[in-house]
């Protein structure tokens, strides 16, 4: 079983995904150009995106810039390599309305808050929530609703 830990932020620029990516990675050995990566934006009548968008992505530095020009498309990148020991997954999933959710996942339900806590300081993430295998909410509306849904799993952390 995973433990999926995000936050929210406003941060999505290149300094904080960086930031973020350095902090739970080991930057430096991810290999670039990324291979088999690709910007899958699918579409969305509430913000306005009439069909699927797929560009392939040959760095973390062209798929930030491509998050940042384009602030209304919501796409996730999911790292499993050159990961801090406890952690299985780092995830950075830039949301529709120009915010981005930042997500590691573990298997050390211990950690959980530790990882909530780094998650927040790193990102400046106004808000956070812990799931057990459960994917990234596509803007705020639907990460306040996994708030609520999750929230009486808290106590089990505590």
Sequence with gaps: MFYDIYGLSMGRDQSTVERFLRHFCYRD???EPLQDQWVQVWPSEKYHIPELIE??????????????????????????????TNVKSAIVKFTYDGKVVFGISISDAYQVLAI????????????????????PACDEEEFDADVLMWQDSREDYC
């Design 29 to 31: 050995p991810i290999a």
């Design 55 to 84: 560009l392939p992505m040959t760095s973390i530095a062209d798929m930030i810039a491509y998050a940042v020009r384009h602030p209304n498309h919501g796409f996730v990148f999911y790292n499993q390599f050159a990961l801090r």
């Design 116 to 135: 909530e806590a780094e998650i927040k300081h790193v990102t400046q993430a106004y808000k956070s929530y812990i799931a057990v295998e459960y994917p």
